[in-house]
């Protein structure tokens, strides 16, 4: 079956969408049937293994939520990664202690010293920046590290204080499979062109902004 032909029938089957309701047993069987084949065959033609660029971007949260995930799923197969954080410093998040239980598995770098409206020195942030864009090319370079979170560097390359073309150029630089993962608002067109594959969270509410909630240990950091 070819690769339109395969689209053809797994949108026929409602996969990628939502599924009908099946008020039919056997039919439903059929269906499922169907549906089971043409994702065998999606998987037999897709063998290609690469490193990947991953960007979570959007104003919604959970971006790097999402990035720590691919974290504890790497650490889970017993592999090194790395995590430097732009922006962000000052505090020593819930995440961070818990990864500690992984020893030299983890290396986590907070290079900021908080949120910009804190620090209020844009040459002090910009310099932070490229201090921490050294520290991640060194991980980006090293071939026993499997998976790379740049945190906030959206924002970073946002605010001017590193170019995307730099940044580009060193996920270039990576091993053929490590990964690489890009999270934080305003991520540019050139990054996101760039990349295997991009995320965007949406804000639909935040208990911050709508019910004066405070920021909550475990939920926000």
């Given at each position: 079956m070819t690769n339109n032909n395969l689209d053809q029938a797994a949108a026929e089957l409602?996969?990628?969408?939502?599924?009908?309701?099946?008020?039919?047993?056997?039919?439903?069987?059929?269906?499922?049937e169907r549906r089971q084949e043409v994702q065998r065959q999606r998987v037999e033609e897709r063998n290609?293994?690469?490193g990947l660029i991953l960007v979570f971007t959007g104003q919604g949260k959970g971006k790097t939520t999402a990035g720590l995930g691919l974290i504890l799923r790497t650490l889970g197969h017993?592999?090194?990664?790395?995590?430097?954080?732009?922006?962000?410093g000052g505090w020593e998040p819930g995440e961070a202690r818990a990864l500690q239980a992984f020893g030299?598995?983890?290396?986590?770098?907070?290079?900021?010293?908080?949120?910009?409206?804190?620090?209020?020195d844009r040459q002090r942030d910009q310099q932070l920046v490229?201090?921490?864009?050294?520290?991640?090319?060194?991980?980006?370079?090293?071939?026993?590290?499997?998976?790379v979170l740049l945190d906030e560097l959206n924002v970073a390359l946002k605010l001017g204080y590193i170019e995307a073309d730099t940044v580009i150029?060193?996920?270039?630089e990576r091993p053929e499979l490590c990964h690489v993962a890009v999270t934080?608002?305003?991520?540019?067109?050139?990054?996101?062109?760039?990349?295997?594959?991009?995320?965007?969270m949406t804000l639909v509410h935040h208990p911050f902004r709508e019910q004066g909630v405070k920021a909550q240990a475990g939920i926000e950091f």
């Open positions: 409602g996969m990628g969408g939502k599924l009908a309701p099946e008020t039919d047993d056997s039919g439903y069987r059929k269906r499922m290609k293994e690469k017993g592999e090194r990664v790395a995590i430097v954080q732009f922006i962000k030299d598995q983890v290396s986590w770098h907070a290079l900021g010293e908080g949120f910009t409206w804190e620090t209020q490229g201090e921490a864009w050294q520290t991640a090319l060194g991980y980006l370079r090293d071939g026993n590290v499997k998976l150029a060193g996920l270039r934080g608002r305003g991520a540019p067109k050139d990054l996101i062109e760039a990349a295997d594959l991009v995320t965007e």
